[in-house]
C-alpha cells in the first residue's frame, strides 16, 4: 500500500512538472531532406540534434530524415521549403546562387585555408549576415554544417599540375563560379545535379566530378573512379535550412530548441567529418585508386591562375560581401 502511494505520487508529482515544462511544444514533423547518404556524418549530426530535441521538447518535435535525395535535389528541396511545403533541408550554399548571389563568396577558390577557419567565419558575423540574407529568401538557416574541402576525383589519369585538367569532363554543382573555376584551368565543366553524379560517372558521361572525401566515400563515387587528387580547392559549407513559412508558425519555444539543437548536430558533424576524412580516404586507396598530393608549388599555381575568378564574380557577389570576408579573414590570419 505504501508503495502504490508512492508510486502514485511520483507519477503526479511527474506528471504536474511535465505538464507545464513542455505546454509550449506541440507535435511536429519535421522532414529534413538530404542530397548525401545516411552513413555521411550528417546522420551523425541529425541523431544528435534528434536527442537534443527529444530533451527539450519532451519528444514533440521530431526529425524524419530523407537521404540519397529522395526529396530531390538541393536546389528543389530549397525551393520547397520556401513555399513552405517541407520544413527542412541539408543543402551546399553553391546551387542556391541563382536565389541569393551573395553564397556564391563561399565558392571563391582557395578562400579558406582550414575548417577552423572557416568555423571561425560562419559561426559568427559574417555568417549571420549571410543568414539575414538567407531569411529575406524565405529560409531560416538553423546553423551551418560542413560538406569540406573539396577534391578532384576523375577516371582519366593522374592530375597533378593545372594542364592535366585539359579538355577533362568535370560535373561542377549548379554554380557558375565553380563552373568558371573549371572553365579556367581548361577543363570541359559541366554543371550537374548532385542526384545524377553516379551515373554519369559510371556511364561516362562526365570524366570527374570534385567532392569531400567523406563523399567520394560514402556517395561511392570511387567505385567508378581511378584516380584522386588532394586539390582543396574549395572548402564549401552545408546550410541546415528551414522553410521560414512554416518556422514563422512555431512557438518561440520551438524556435529556440531547433536552434539550438541544430548547433548541438552542427558540432557533432563537424566532430566526425574530421574523424572520418582519413578513414574515407583510406578506404578510398584500399579500392585501388591512385591519389595524388598536389605539391605545394602547384596548388601556388593553381591558385594564382584561379584568382581572376574573384575579380570576374565580384560584382555579381556584392563587392562588399567579398570585401568583407578578405577582412575577417585577414583579421583571423594575423
Ligand atoms: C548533396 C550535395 C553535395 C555537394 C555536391 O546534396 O553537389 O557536389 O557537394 O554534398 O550538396
Request: aromatic share 10%; proline share 3%; net charge negative.
Given at each position: 500500500?505504501?508503495?502504490?502511494?508512492?508510486?502514485?505520487?511520483?507519477?503526479?508529482?511527474?506528471?504536474?512538472?511535465?505538464?507545464?515544462?513542455?505546454?509550449?511544444?506541440?507535435?511536429?514533423?519535421?522532414?529534413?531532406?538530404?542530397?548525401?547518404?545516411?552513413?555521411?556524418?550528417?546522420?551523425?549530426?541529425?541523431?544528435?540534434?534528434?536527442?537534443?530535441?527529444?530533451?527539450?521538447?519532451?519528444?514533440?518535435?521530431?526529425?524524419?530524415?530523407?537521404?540519397?535525395?529522395?526529396?530531390?535535389?538541393?536546389?528543389?528541396?530549397?525551393?520547397?521549403?520556401?513555399?513552405?511545403?517541407?520544413?527542412?533541408?541539408?543543402?551546399?550554399?553553391?546551387?542556391?546562387v541563382g536565389?541569393i548571389p551573395a553564397l556564391g563568396v563561399f565558392d571563391l577558390?582557395?578562400?579558406?585555408?582550414?575548417?577552423?577557419?572557416?568555423?571561425?567565419?560562419?559561426?559568427?558575423?559574417?555568417?549571420?549576415?549571410?543568414?539575414?540574407k538567407?531569411?529575406?529568401?524565405?529560409?531560416?538557416?538553423?546553423?551551418?554544417?560542413?560538406?569540406?574541402?573539396?577534391?578532384?576525383?576523375?577516371?582519366?589519369?593522374?592530375?597533378?599540375?593545372?594542364?592535366?585538367?585539359?579538355?577533362?569532363?568535370?560535373?561542377?554543382?549548379?554554380n557558375n563560379i565553380?563552373l568558371d573555376?573549371?572553365?579556367?584551368?581548361?577543363?570541359?565543366?559541366?554543371?550537374?545535379?548532385?542526384?545524377?553524379?553516379?551515373?554519369?560517372?559510371?556511364?561516362?558521361?562526365?570524366?570527374?566530378?570534385?567532392?569531400?572525401?567523406?563523399?567520394?566515400?560514402?556517395?561511392?563515387?570511387?567505385?567508378?573512379?581511378?584516380?584522386?587528387?588532394?586539390?582543396?580547392?574549395?572548402?564549401?559549407?552545408?546550410?541546415?535550412?528551414?522553410?521560414?513559412?512554416?518556422?514563422?508558425?512555431?512557438?518561440?519555444?520551438?524556435?529556440?530548441?531547433?536552434?539550438?539543437?541544430?548547433?548541438?548536430?552542427?558540432?557533432?558533424?563537424?566532430?566526425?567529418?574530421?574523424?572520418?576524412?582519413?578513414?574515407?580516404?583510406?578506404?578510398?586507396?584500399?579500392?585501388?585508386?591512385?591519389?595524388?598530393?598536389?605539391?605545394?608549388?602547384?596548388?601556388?599555381?593553381?591558385?594564382?591562375?584561379?584568382m581572376v575568378v574573384y575579380e570576374k564574380h565580384k560584382a555579381e557577389i556584392g563587392a562588399e560581401v567579398v570585401d568583407a570576408i578578405i577582412?575577417?579573414?585577414?583579421?583571423?590570419?594575423?
Open positions: 500500500m505504501r508503495k502504490l502511494l508512492l508510486a502514485t505520487t511520483a507519477i503526479a508529482f511527474a506528471l504536474s512538472s511535465a505538464v507545464p515544462a513542455f505546454a509550449e511544444f506541440n507535435d511536429r514533423n519535421i522532414r529534413i531532406s538530404n542530397g548525401i547518404n545516411a552513413d555521411h556524418p550528417v546522420g551523425n549530426g541529425i541523431k544528435a540534434m534528434q536527442a537534443c530535441l527529444d530533451e527539450k521538447s519532451g519528444g514533440k518535435l521530431k526529425i524524419t530524415a530523407f537521404w540519397g535525395g529522395a526529396l530531390g535535389g538541393d536546389l528543389q528541396a530549397t525551393q520547397a521549403l520556401r513555399s513552405g511545403v517541407q520544413e527542412g533541408v541539408v543543402t551546399s550554399s553553391s546551387p542556391l536565389i577558390p582557395f578562400l579558406f585555408g582550414t575548417p577552423q577557419e572557416a568555423y571561425q567565419v560562419l559561426d559568427g558575423k559574417f555568417g549571420d549576415m549571410m543568414n539575414e538567407l531569411e529575406a529568401a524565405g529560409l531560416v538557416n538553423l546553423a551551418y554544417w560542413e560538406n569540406g574541402f573539396r577534391n578532384l576525383s576523375n577516371s582519366l589519369r593522374p592530375v597533378t599540375k593545372w594542364e592535366d585538367f585539359e579538355g577533362m569532363k568535370v560535373r561542377v554543382m549548379q565553380f573555376t573549371f572553365q579556367n584551368l581548361g577543363a570541359n565543366a559541366t554543371p550537374m545535379a548532385f542526384g545524377e553524379v553516379f551515373s554519369a560517372l559510371e556511364t561516362n558521361a562526365i570524366d570527374a566530378q570534385e567532392n569531400p572525401y567523406v563523399t567520394i566515400d560514402t556517395s561511392k563515387f570511387f567505385e567508378v573512379q581511378k584516380y584522386i587528387t588532394e586539390t582543396n580547392h574549395a572548402y564549401t559549407p552545408f546550410l541546415l535550412l528551414f522553410s521560414k513559412a512554416i518556422f514563422d508558425t512555431y512557438t518561440p519555444e520551438e524556435q529556440a530548441a531547433l536552434r539550438e539543437c541544430a548547433v548541438v548536430g552542427r558540432d557533432e558533424e563537424r566532430k566526425v567529418i574530421q574523424e572520418l576524412n582519413k578513414t574515407s580516404l583510406d578506404k578510398i586507396k584500399a579500392a585501388g585508386l591512385e591519389v595524388n598530393v598536389l605539391s605545394e608549388e602547384e596548388q601556388a599555381r593553381i591558385r594564382e591562375k584561379s577582412a575577417e579573414l585577414a583579421a583571423i590570419r594575423k
